[in-house]
């Protein structure tokens, strides 16, 4: 099965669950794709003591998960974008949205 999913928050569990879940499903033999969009793109200044979400992260794309990520979003909070936050466009977007079988937000 071929997962999509849009992450547009900056709310640490929330984004942690995102990637743990996309690891569950890389680990079940499926494939995974993200989009971070609006707030999403702030995830890798999200971690706490019980939220490692750049951890997630980097577990994710080990196991062959794809991020994409907005690059409007990200330059209207001046980022450039990243190894674990690769700017995008609304047409990679699109492009998972066609792609996926399931798309889940989160």
Sequence with gaps: MKI?????SNDPE????????????LNAGDE?????????VECESLDTEKFKVTEQMRSFLEKG??????RTSLKLRDS???????????????????WSDKLLTF
């Excluded at 998960?65 to 907005?70: K, L, P, Q, S, Y």
């Design 80 to 98: 450039e974008g990243s190894e674990l936050c690769p700017i995008s466009s609304m047409k990679d977007m699109y492009n998972i949205v066609a």
């Design 14 to 25: 929330t984004v942690w669950n995102a990637f743990r879940f996309g690891n569950f499903v």
């Design 4 to 8: 999509g999913i849009v992450i547009n």
């Design 65 to 70: 998960g794809e991020i994409f990520a907005c």
């Design 32 to 40: 995974v794709k993200v989009f971070l969009l609006g707030k999403g």
